[in-house]
């Protein structure tokens, strides 16, 4: 049985605060390794300024070198675009794998807006990380009412394949400030550098797909 961490995102580019807090979350969860679930595209995100897929995807394996962590595009071979279809699907995909959503405070904040955010608690568990300035808000987010009964210790975190579904779990983390727009804010050329070589998907191993103009390539 594998134990992978799932945390999702558009990865416009990926960045260090990424690698950070998945790694906290191997660590206190005692995971085998993390997919990165690049999204194809966010429902909550508008398009303009989203990098191709596979310069996202590039962005992401350069981040995450030499750590347990899969970059994967696996979303658009599933054919889903909502996280409660991917999990849901994943799940019946790989029965020998436990999976374990990763997300920031920030997205428990706003988890409420997520299509069947329920249908995900149900799903699997989920690993809330720490994240300066979200931890009040996260607090007051409409989701939290009902997912704060089914909170669980740190302590307890490396148990976690033995917990019943809705389970949610706190991860502190060594703060960072990084964030993708600041990282697109400092280097508004990332994604034009062209990629080495063929890139196939860490998950799935099938062809990545060709690279596309973003919409600020037009």
């Known amino acids: 049985m594998a134990r992978i961490g799932l945390l999702g995102g558009s990865f416009n580019p990926a960045h260090a605060a990424h690698r950070r807090i998945s790694l906290a979350v191997i ?4 995971l085998d390794e993390v997919w990165w679930l690049v999204s194809p595209g966010n429902p909550l995100k508008l398009a303009a300024g989203m990098a191709p897929l596979s310069a996202r ?3 992401a394996r350069a981040m995450a070198r030499r750590a347990p962590i899969r970059a994967t595009v696996i979303e658009a071979a599933l054919g889903t675009r909502y996280t ?19 997300m920031g405070a920030d997205n428990l904040a706003d988890f409420a807006r997520w299509r069947d955010w329920r249908g995900i608690a149900r799903a699997l568990p989920i690993a809330v990380v720490t994240r300066p300035g979200y931890e009040g808000l996260a607090r007051r987010g409409a989701a939290v009412g009902w997912l704060g009964r089914f909170a669980r210790p740190q302590g307890d975190a490396k148990r976690w394949t033995r917990w019943s579904v809705p389970a949610l779990v706190p991860v502190k983390s060594v703060p960072d400030p ?7 804010v400092a280097d508004p050329g990332w994604h034009r550098r062209p990629t080495s070589g063929a ?20």
């Not at 660590?27 to 005692?30: H, I």
């Open 84 to 102: 409660v279809d991917t999990v849901r699907a994943l799940v019946r995909r790989y029965p020998r794998h436990r999976f374990v959503w990763i």
């Open 27 to 30: 660590r206190a969860l005692a």
């Open 178 to 184: 990084m964030s993708a727009t600041a990282r697109r």
């Open 199 to 218: 890139l196939t998907d860490s998950v799935t191993y099938r062809a990545l797909p060709h690279r596309t103009v973003s919409q600020e390539d037009r």
């Open 57 to 59: 995807v590039a962005s």
